[in-house]
C-alpha cells in the first residue's frame, strides 16, 4: 500500500516526501485540534456544525468578531480554494455557512470534482502577526522523528522547499534523548527576527507538545500551517493536520472511530473491503493486473501507447475467484473506463481461477466495454479455455506491447 499512495500523488503531481513516510489515516482539522488542546497545544476557540441553521448559534458561544468558517475536508489548499473565510459579523457567518456546506469543495489537492463538505469548523478569528510553518515527519534518511520549522508559514511547504529551502530548518530527535529544549532554541533563534522571551516560551511548549502528540498517536505526519503568533504574543495553532500510521491502528483504536469514510472514494472503499490494493486514477483504461510492478509496468505501457490508465488493480498473488470478481466489478463501475486490460501473469495466482472471476463478475453487470486479455504462466491453458468457452467477447494478446496497442485502439 506504500507503493500505491505513493503512486496515487505522484500522478497527480504532488509526490513529496511525507508520501513516503507511509500510507495513514487522515484526520480532520477540527479532530486534530481537540488532540492539540488536550496535550497543551493552543488552538483558537471553535465549534463544528453540519447544518448551516446550527451557524448563528456558535455565534453565541464562539467569541467573535472576527469569526473563521472553516471546511472540515481531508484536502489542504482550503484557504485559496475558498473553504476558509474571515468574517466580521455573525450574519456573514450564516452566509459563507451556506456557501460552503454540502457543496463540492475545489482545492490544489481535490482534483476537478472537488470533495463535499459535510461539516464546517466556525472559530474565533485572531489577530496574526506572524505566521510559521512547523511539522513533524519521520525522515528515512536518519530513521529519527524530525522537527520541521519554517518562518514562511502559511504557504505551501512544498514551495517553500523549492524555492527558499534555506528558511526550512530540521531537528532530528534522538528517540533516547527525546526532544531537548535546546533543539527548540537551536529553531527558535534562527528566526529573522528573534521573537521576544514571551513568543519564544510559546513556541518551544508547542514544539515540545508536538512530539508528544507524534509519539502517544503513531503519527506519519502532524503539521501546524500556520501557527502564528498574534499581537498579544500568543502562540496558536491557527490549522492542524495529523496522519496516522497505518500500521499501528491496532493499538490505536480510539483514533480508528475518527475516520471519516465519507472522504474516501467509494470504488475506493470496496476494494479496501476486499482486501484489493486499488487507486483510482484520470484515464480511461481499466487495469487488472497480478503484482504492483507488473500494474506499474503495464500503466507504463497503457502510457506509452498513447492511451491513459482509469486505475492501478493490483488483485496481488493471493486473490482468489471472488476478489477477482469484485476487482473486476470495480473496474467496470467506473463510468470513465472505455476499456478493460487484463495482464496476468500467472503465479501463485492461477490463470483459471482468473477467468473464473472475470466470468463471475461478467454474469452480474453486463459488459459495455472492450475487454482485453494477456495471460501468461500456470494453468494459462485452461484459462484461455474458460474465456473462449465463454460468451464474452475479448481480444487475446500475444504479450503486453500488442494488448496495450489493442486497448489504445478502443479509446
Ligand atoms: P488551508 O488553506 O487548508 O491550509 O487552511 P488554513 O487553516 O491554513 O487557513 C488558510 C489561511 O486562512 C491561513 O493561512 C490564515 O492566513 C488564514 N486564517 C485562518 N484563521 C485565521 C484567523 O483566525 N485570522 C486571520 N486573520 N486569518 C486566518
Ligand atoms: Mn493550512
Known amino acids: 500500500m506504500i507503493l500505491a499512495e505513493a503512486f496515487r500523488h505522484f500522478q497527480a503531481g504532488r509526490l513529496s516526501l511525507r508520501y513516503w513516510s507511509g500510507y495513514n489515516m487522515k484526520l480532520h482539522e477540527y479532530q486534530a485540534k481537540e488532540i492539540f488542546s488536550k496535550a497543551g497545544i493552543p488552538t483558537p476557540k471553535g465549534q463544528l456544525i453540519t447544518a448551516a441553521n446550527q451557524a448563528n448559534k456558535a455565534t453565541q458561544t464562539v467569541s467573535g468578531p472576527p469569526w473563521v468558517v472553516k471546511a472540515q475536508i481531508h484536502a489542504g489548499g482550503r484557504g485559496k480554494g475558498g473553504g476558509v473565510k474571515v468574517v466580521q459579523s455573525s450574519y456573514d457567518v450564516v452566509v459563507a455557512a451556506e456557501s460552503i456546506l454540502g457543496k463540492p469543495l475545489v ?46 508559514g502559511g504557504m505551501e511547504i512544498e514551495e517553500v522547499a523549492a524555492n527558499t529551502p534555506d528558511l526550512i530548518l530540521k531537528e532530528h530527535v534522538n528517540p533516547i534523548t527525546g526532544w531537548l529544549p535546546m533543539q527548540a532554541g537551536n529553531l527558535i533563534f534562527k528566526l529573522d527576527p528573534v521573537p521576544p522571551p514571551s513568543v519564544r516560551k510559546g513556541l518551544m511548549t508547542v514544539m515540545a507538545n508536538i512530539y508528544k502528540v507524534f509519539l502517544a498517536n503513531d503519527c506519519s505526519l502532524v503539521e501546524i500551517n500556520p501557527l502564528v503568533t498574534t499581537t498579544d504574543e500568543k502562540v496558536l495553532a491557527v490549522d492542524a493536520k495529523m496522519t496516522i500510521d497505518d500500521n499501528a491502528m491496532y493499538r490505536q483504536k480510539a483514533l480508528a472511530e475518527l475516520d471519516d469514510p465519507r472522504e474516501k472514494d467509494p470504488l475506493e472503499l470496496k476494494a479496501e473491503k476486499y482486501g484489493l490494493n486499488y487507486i483510482r486514477l484520470d484515464g480511461s483504461i481499466g487495469a487488472m493486473v497480478n503484482g504492483a510492478g507488473l500494474a506499474m509496468a503495464t500503466m ?58 472475470v466470468l463471475a463478475a461478467a454474469e452480474k453487470k453486463s459488459i ?3 475487454l482485453i486479455v494477456r495471460l501468461e504462466g500456470t494453468n494459462v491453458d485452461e484459462g484461455r479455455k474458460i474465456l473462449q468457452n465463454s460468451n464474452l467477447k475479448f481480444f487475446v494478446a500475444k504479450d503486453l506491447a500488442e494488448a496495450a496497442e489493442l486497448v489504445a485502439q478502443q479509446v
Open 107 to 152: 482545492t490544489k489537492q481535490t482534483g476537478d470534482d472537488g470533495v463535499k463538505v459535510n461539516q464546517i469548523l466556525i472559530e474565533e478569528g485572531v489577530d496574526i502577526d506572524r505566521e510559521f510553518y512547523l511539522g513533524m515527519v519521520v525522515d528515512r534518511a536518519t530513521r529519527m522523528p524530525t522537527m520541521i520549522f519554517s518562518q514562511a
Open 300 to 357: 507504463d505501457v497503457i502510457k506509452s501507447a498513447g492511451a491513459s490508465p482509469a486505475n492501478f488493480l493490483d488483485v496481488g498473488g493471493g486473490a482468489n475467484e471472488e476478489m477477482i470478481s469484485k476487482g473486476f466489478e470495480i473496474i467496470l463501475g467506473d463510468r470513465r473506463v472505455k476499456a478493460v486490460l487484463i495482464n496476468i501473469f500467472g503465479g501463485i495466482l492461477r490463470c483459471d481461477v482468473l477467468a473464473r472471476g
Open 368 to 370: 459495455r466495454v472492450p
